[in-house]
């Protein structure tokens, strides 16, 4: 069984300033990793994704995440947030060597950007 | 490329009354998935279909909730009778294969569910 830990429920910061957003996971095998992000009234996108390769993964509009597998963590890290980026950003974990590719979700983190 | 579609938007209705949800994944996504998301929390897997077979119901309450997919395109999910703790927002995705053997999850807007 695999579980997804979101550190913080809420997370508010001001315009331009950095933004780290905690994931941990626990899992018994191998797993890949992801962060969606859902605007209010709107469903689940994809904002990156680990699947093998270089643990660092971007995103197009200025994310960051590092797959750490001794800390098991996926951070989710942003340099400079915009008014824009206020959304529940959820981690996700899906185990990599079966075949349902089932997503195992967290609580969520919403992240408020005030200007 | 058209997004998973889902309708209604939003649904109220009353304890012990009966509703159902339709959703449209993107064409030719074989591989379709029902999630509950409840206020707080992140979505929770309910059922997934590849074609029109059940894969994984393990956490579908099959006492009140079903759901099919027929034709291996559209899919329905009904609850029959509806309690106060199924208010959420009830979540289709679909899912592309990529290069790799990986995948992707594409999600629909979701419906709202609120039972009073």
């Known amino acids: 069984a695999q579980s997804v830990t979101q550190l913080d429920s809420q997370v508010p910061v001001f315009e331009e300033a950095p933004v780290e957003l905690r994931c941990n996971y626990s899992?018994?095998?191998?797993?890949?990793l992801f962060w969606y992000v859902q605007y209010p009234n709107q469903g689940l996108q994809l904002l990156l994704k680990?699947?093998?390769?270089?643990?660092l993964v971007e995103s197009i509009n200025g994310f960051e995440a590092e797959f750490n597998k001794s800390q098991t963590s996926f951070h989710l890290r942003k340099p400079s947030v915009h008014i824009s980026d206020t959304a529940e950003y959820f981690c996700a974990v899906s185990d990599r060597g079966g075949s349902n590719y089932k997503l195992t979700f967290g609580k969520g983190t919403l992240l408020t950007v005030n200007p | 490329e058209a997004g998973v579609a889902q309708s209604p938007r939003y649904k109220i209705i009353e304890k012990r009354q009966s509703v159902a949800f339709w959703c449209n994944p993107i064409s030719g996504h074989a591989t379709l998935y029902w999630y509950q998301q409840i206020l707080g929390q992140g979505p929770k897997l309910l059922i997934q279909f590849q074609n029109n077979g059940v894969v994984d119901d393990s956490q579908l309450p099959k006492d009140r909730f079903s759901a099919e997919r027929l034709k291996g395109v559209d899919s329905t999910l009904k609850i029959q009778p509806a309690k106060l703790e199924d208010s959420a927002v009830y979540l289709c995705a679909s899912r592309r294969s990529l290069a790799g053997g990986t995948y992707e999850q594409y999600f629909g807007p979701g419906t709202r569910l609120t039972v009073t």
């Open positions: 680990y699947l093998s390769g270089s643990t």
């Open positions: 899992s018994s095998v191998s797993v890949y």
